[in-house]
């Protein structure tokens, strides 16, 4: 039976250790669906449409290297739908720390109690990447710093072009 995983997340912006996982992941399904939330008052850097087309750039290496199928979608209400909509018998969710491992933990048992037929599977992150957080990346870029080892060079150049908007 061919396996689908919904992987849902903000993606603003994709970093390295969102790819850590979607590459781990990529080795428990068939097929991966990344979803970008894009919720009214969860207000984003980045519109949705780059996020899509960003993380199709930097995940289509992954996808060609592991031979699964790597899709990327938007989705505004529950993740559990979402999953559902694209035939998803996985969610995946990553896990840096205590404070994830408790939300994300509460969040994946109210998923399965709205949908037990879908499966939160936990992945904790890599060391190499487990400090990483796109928020901190995003107030790093705005404060001049370094942000090369967090994010792909793809993703950098859309940071830099969103800081340089004269709103920010
Ligand atoms: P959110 O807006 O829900 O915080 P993110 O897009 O930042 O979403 O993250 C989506 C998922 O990816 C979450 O499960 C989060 O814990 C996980 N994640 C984010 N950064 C990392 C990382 N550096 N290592 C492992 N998992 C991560």
Redesign the pocket.
């Known amino acids: 039976m061919a396996r689908t995983g919904f992987y849902p997340?903000?993606?603003?912006p994709v970093?390295y250790?969102?790819l850590?996982?979607i590459t781990r992941a990529a080795r428990l399904v068939d097929t991966l669906v990344l979803g970008v939330?894009v919720h009214h008052g969860k207000q984003a850097l980045i519109p949705a449409g780059i996020r899509i087309a960003l993380l199709e750039q930097v995940t289509k290496p992954i996808a060609e290297h592991t031979g699964v199928k790597i899709a990327v979608t938007t989705f505004n209400g529950l993740a559990v739908d979402a999953a559902r909509k694209t035939h998803a018998g996985v969610i995946i969710?990553?896990?840096?720390d205590a404070t994830?491992f408790d939300y994300?933990v509460q969040m994946g048992q109210m998923n399965g109690a709205m949908a037990p037929d879908i499966e939160t599977v936990f992945l904790a992150?890599s060391p190499a990447?487990?400090m990483?957080?796109?928020s901190l990346v995003k107030q790093i870029a705005l404060m001049g710093g370094d942000i090369t080892l967090f994010i792909p060079k793809e993703a950098q150049e859309v940071i830099a072009g969103a800081l340089a908007k004269p709103s920010h």
């Not at 997340?9 to 603003?12: K, L, N, Q």
């Open positions: 997340g903000s993606f603003d970093t250790g969102h850590d996982i939330g969710r990553g896990l840096r994830d994300e992150a990447t487990r990483i957080a796109s």
